[in-house]
């Protein structure tokens, strides 16, 4: 549509690095953008695997959520805002699982040797 709002170039959360900030893009204050993050990614998405991993179907819900949420995005062409927050915030969250992951793995084998040493 050339009427909506197309993706600008380059990575959102990459402002100093070729891309852009979201929350400037969208021109929305810090608590709907905070809210949108809530509300899109942390109640519809598994949060352990990064956006290329989540169901196709529950990416489609969150992004109707989104727009019926908040009407603006609907001036966005393809969903491009919301497809850019739930890979940033997925993949944030979804290395802070792995990083919680790593360091019990890790407490559990030093369990272990303690236990074999004794």
């Not at 890979?87 to 990083?99: D, E, T």
Request: glycine share 6%.
């Amino acid at each position: 549509d050339s009427d909506k709002i197309s993706k600008p170039s380059g990575e959102a959360g990459q402002p100093g690095h070729g891309g852009y900030n979201l929350e400037e893009q969208l021109s929305w204050g810090e608590d709907s953008f905070k809210s949108l993050k809530v509300y899109a990614i942390k109640k519809h998405l598994d949060i352990t695997k990064c956006q290329s991993q989540q169901d196709c179907k529950a990416l489609d819900m969150v992004c109707d959520l989104a727009i019926a949420e908040f009407p603006d995005l609907g001036t966005f062409e393809n969903c491009w805002p919301i497809l850019d927050l739930v890979q940033m915030c997925l993949k944030y969250l979804s290395s802070r699982v792995q990083q919680k992951k790593r360091i019990a793995d890790s407490e559990v084998a030093k369990c272990k040797k303690r236990m074999q040493d004794r």
